[in-house]
């Protein structure tokens, strides 16, 4: 995982072990790796500023240690992490 980034806002990856963590009530450090599940630098380098000002739409979903995660291309970029399917 990458840590934190300029303005001081952890990666998405980081985010991502963190929520998890807190939902499912363990350390991230107990969690399975998160690239096991996904290209943790590609999910980063997605979420990182656009060079240029264009809007971006969608998001990223994937399963990660038993969870459904999603994570929308938006200025909030809010982490859901929800009970689902499990690749």
């Keep these: 995982m990458s840590g934190s980034r300029p303005g001081g806002r952890d990666a998405v990856s980081v985010e991502i072990v963190k929520r998890v963590a807190e939902r499912t009530d363990r350390e991230p450090e107990n969690l399975p790796s998160l690239h096991r599940a996904i290209d943790?630098?590609?999910?980063?380098?997605?979420?990182?500023?656009?060079?240029?000002?264009r809007q971006r739409r969608g998001g990223v979903e994937f399963s990660y240690a038993g969870y459904y995660v999603t994570v929308p291309f938006?200025?909030?970029r809010e982490i859901t992490v929800s009970e689902g399917p499990t690749a």
């Excluded at 943790?40 to 000002?53: G, K, M, N, R, Y």
Aim: no cysteine.
């Design 40 to 53: 943790s630098e590609a999910l980063d380098s997605l979420f990182e500023p656009p060079q240029v000002d």
């Design 74 to 76: 938006d200025e909030t």
